[in-house]
Every structure is written in structure tokens, then in C-alpha cells.
């Protein structure tokens, strides 16, 4: 089984519309989490951390459920330069490297 | 502010010839990592440094693969010999740790093509 497993999509979403993605992890001794967004043959880019409290930064919502191993992103109001492929990020408690699902493409449609 | 500089940015090569890729983390910075990115595989650690020293190097995949950090500002990711399974775009990020965040900045990445 994969540390990371995400649904790899690709979503279709019409422009406007809310999109909601998930990934789980393996490991309980995770102990940081993150959504990265790559664009096409680009470099992974931080989007945001997640907190087990939830976090919102302007149209996006990252939630983390640690008792279920599960962490989600919300786009709301989604544009058409939302469309990339979304990296659901956990790192290991006394580890420093990042563990990497494989990604989430998102298409966004006009 | 220069971001991670990475080079090549493309390198294509013939099976069993030597392959080394650069990279220039953040001034400052005082983690490297080393990332390989592929289709099957997804992102993959390779290896990391803190302050110059190696720190885990569990992911490299065998021997023909080495790291070296000779100082704050420069690594090299060096592959011999080659083979084509080793195609891929090769990404370095940094860090530092003394912020909240802990983010990791990627660089451009480098795509290998082994013939």
C-alpha cells in the first residue's frame, strides 16, 4: 500500500463550480501535511499546509482528519488557472523529506 | 530572490555514460533534498543533506547513484553508469529551518532522457 493514495482523476469541472478532492495516508506518525499544485512540467509549488483545525486561505479550504488518516482540499469558485495537478504532501515525525501522493489533475473547463 | 537553480535543464544521454546534475539551493537555506519524478512512480525522495552532511540517502535507488553537498551552495547528483530506467526529471528543493512553514522550495527540475 502507498504511504499517499489519491485519486488520480483527471476532474473535469465546469468553471465556477466547487471541486473536492482526498488522499489518505498510512502512516500514523505523520506529522506534517500539505497540498502542493504542479502545473505541466513545472516544479511542485507549496499551495497550502493543513492543520488539524482546518485551514482557509481566499477559495481554498484544507481539512485533516488524523483519526481517519484523511486530509481534503475545498476550490471554491474554481477559475480556469486552477487547472493543474494537485500533490497531497505528508511528512514523517523526525523525518524531513516529503512523502508525495501521486497526484490529483484537475481540469477546469470554461 | 534567485529561487533553486538547477542544471541542466535537459540532458539526454546514452545508456552507460556518466550523468551529473547541479543544483544551487537558496542562499541560506540549511536543508537540500534531491527528488526523481516519474510517471510510475510519482515523486520520490532520493536523498537529503542538513548543514553539508548527508542525512538519508534510503531512497537512492543502488549504487550507481551518489550525492555529494562540498559546501552551503552547491550538490551534485551524480548517476554511473547510466541506464534508461534512470529517465526521469530530477528535482532539488531546499529549506531552512528556522521558519514555521517548514516549506521546501523546488527547483526547475532537470529532465534526464538515457538512450
Known amino acids: 500500500r502507498k504511504e499517499v493514495e489519491q485519486d488520480p482523476g483527471p476532474f473535469n469541472v465546469p468553471e465556477g463550480a466547487t471541486v473536492a478532492f482526498n488522499c489518505t495516508y498510512s502512516n500514523s506518525a505523520s506529522q506534517s501535511f500539505f497540498w502542493y499544485r504542479q502545473d505541466c512540467r513545472k516544479e511542485p509549488k507549496l499551495l497550502m499546509s493543513?492543520?488539524?483545525s482546518g485551514n482557509e486561505d481566499g477559495r481554498f479550504t484544507a481539512q485533516l482528519n488524523r483519526a481517519s488518516q484523511y486530509i481534503s482540499l475545498l476550490i471554491r469558485d474554481s477559475k480556469l488557472s486552477d487547472s493543474a495537478t494537485y500533490l497531497c504532501?505528508?511528512?514523517?515525525?523526525?523525518?524531513?523529506?516529503?512523502?508525495f501522493g501521486k497526484g490529483t489533475h484537475l481540469i477546469i473547463q470554461p | 530572490d534567485a529561487g533553486v537553480i538547477q542544471s541542466p535543464r535537459h540532458e539526454v544521454t546514452e545508456m552507460g555514460q556518466e550523468v551529473t546534475l547541479r543544483c544551487k539551493p537558496i542562499s541560506g537555506h540549511d536543508y537540500l533534498f534531491w527528488y526523481r519524478q516519474t510517471m510510475m512512480r510519482g515523486l520520490e525522495l532520493l536523498i537529503y543533506f542538513n548543514n553539508n552532511v548527508p542525512i538519508d540517502d534510503s531512497g537512492m535507488p543502488e549504487d550507481r547513484f551518489s550525492a555529494k553537498m562540498p559546501n552551503a551552495s552547491f550538490s551534485t547528483l551524480k548517476i554511473q553508469p547510466s541506464e534508461p530506467r534512470d529517465s526521469a526529471v530530477y528535482f532539488c528543493?531546499?529549506?531552512?529551518?528556522?521558519?514555521?512553514?517548514?516549506?521546501?522550495?523546488f527547483g526547475p527540475g532537470t529532465r534526464l532522457t538515457v538512450l
Open positions: 493543513v492543520y488539524s
Open positions: 504532501v505528508v511528512r514523517r515525525g523526525g523525518a524531513d523529506g516529503l512523502t
Open positions: 528543493a531546499s529549506k531552512y529551518q528556522g521558519t514555521s512553514t517548514d516549506t521546501q522550495y
